[in-house]
């Protein structure tokens, strides 16, 4: 029985991930984390039976604590406790947005495998979070789609053999529209993904195209692979969730169709797999699968991540937390759709790149940069 911590239990991948836990004879869930949603995690405590939830806001933990029988770990440093305490397995950091890192370091450091979903923390401080990890022995089992489908295509193949990662993306609600055409896009359009059902922040990188650029630094993390070998192709029927070429010319692909559960699945029963209730995919039904190139000038924060990996140190948390105010003001509808990725360009101009050598250089950068972007912001009229 692998017992299981999952952070940032409220959002989409926290309650899928609460499906597939029900779902196995293989796992237990045993802590929960969430910021604010206390009578949402509460309800999923009594589902799965957990003792020990932590929320992040000091007034939802108080709340929750008045209707909990159990334990409840409260502020900043409650999701840290749990899972030092908890007696897990796996930890699965589901948390949106930088605030993630917390629960990678608290994982790791412990020598608690991670099922990671929170790609901000490779993001914001990779090579530190990888370091931890090989120090610890704790194993990153990568839960986004696309780099679950790289995961599971390279298992098994020798070092040297690997000569190109191509993530895929599915476009986005805004693909083939030109930048005029988008630039003042409501929310309620960006947030009309074709594919994917996923919460706010996320869907808004989806179709700015950022999401596809940190996952591009994500991978270079994740697979010790240089950016010139990481591709990004448009796939809009999202059934070829990820492929990889090798030295004999040979393309391997990783197909499926969109559900979080399968990922989420392999990552929290790795190295073993269990049945899972989605439906299977026919082929012959789908008929055509695409693929094209993205289109930079339309989408540049894919540009600006790419850019930003390169740049390494602290660029890549700047170019993460400028995004992260960018999206929330346009979701607030401060900032218009056409101004997220101006916002980014000009904190990564005017935030100094710097050395990253300690977890606190990195929320030095982050916060620098949010301070920034606010200022950007405010420049800008929504």
């Known amino acids: ?18 499906e597939v836990v029900q779902a196995s004879d293989e796992l237990e869930a045993v802590g929960l984390v969430a910021d604010r949603s206390w009578k949402e995690l509460l309800a999923l405590a009594e589902t799965l039976g957990v003792e020990r939830i932590a929320l992040a806001d000091p007034a939802a933990a108080a709340l929750a604590a008045e209707h909990f029988r159990g ?8 999701a ?11 930890v699965l950091n589901a ?19 991670l099922a990671l979903a929170n790609k901000e923390s490779l993001v914001v401080a990779g090579e530190l979070v990888a370091a931890l990890a090989e120090a610890t022995g704790a194993r990153i089992v990568p839960v986004d789609s696309e780099h679950s489908a790289l995961f599971q295509l390279l298992r098994g193949e020798a070092p040297g053999t690997v000569e190109r990662l191509v993530l895929t993306a599915s476009g986005g609600p805004f693909r083939g529209r030109s930048q005029e055409e988008i630039a003042h896009a409501t929310v309620e359009e960006a ?68 559900d979080m559960r399968v990922p989420i699945s392999y990552a ?18 789908v008929g055509r699968l695409t693929f094209e190139r993205p289109d930079t000038d339309t989408f540049p924060c894919l540009r600006l991540a790419r850019e930003a990996g390169r740049a390494g140190g602290t ?31 000009g904190a990564l101009e005017r935030c100094e790149v710097r050395a990253v050598r ?13 301070r920034v972007a606010e200022e950007l912001v405010a420049g800008v009229r929504a």
């Open 1 to 18: 029985m692998r017992r299981v911590v999952i952070v940032g239990a409220t959002g989409s991948i926290g309650r899928q991930a609460a």
């Open 315 to 345: 660029a890549p948390c700047v170019l993460n937390a400028a995004n992260e105010v960018a999206v929330a003001a346009f979701l607030d509808r401060r900032l218009p759709f056409g101004a997220i990725a101006a916002v980014v360009e």
């Open 95 to 113: 948390a949106v947005g930088a605030a993630g890192l917390t629960a990678t370091i608290a994982a790791l450091g412990e020598g608690i495998d």
């Open 268 to 285: 929290l029963h790795f190295p073993d797999r269990h049945d899972v209730a989605v439906p299977r995919l026919d082929l012959a039904a």
């Open 358 to 370: 300690h977890f606190d250089d990195v929320l030095a950068a982050d916060s620098e940069a949010r």
């Open 191 to 258: 947030l009309a993904h074709p594919t994917w059902r996923m919460g706010g922040k996320i869907t808004v990188d989806s179709a700015t195209l950022m999401n596809k650029g940190l996952e591009v630094i994500e991978a270079h993390h994740l697979f010790a692979i240089d950016y010139d070998r990481i591709e990004v192709l448009v796939h809009p029927q999202s059934i070829v969730h990820g492929l990889v070429e090798l030295n004999d010319g040979a393309l391997l692909a990783h197909l499926g169709l969109p």
């Open 71 to 78: 334990r409840v770990h409260a502020g900043s440093e409650g």
């Open 80 to 90: 840290i406790e749990l899972i030092c305490d908890a007696g897990c397995d796996v």
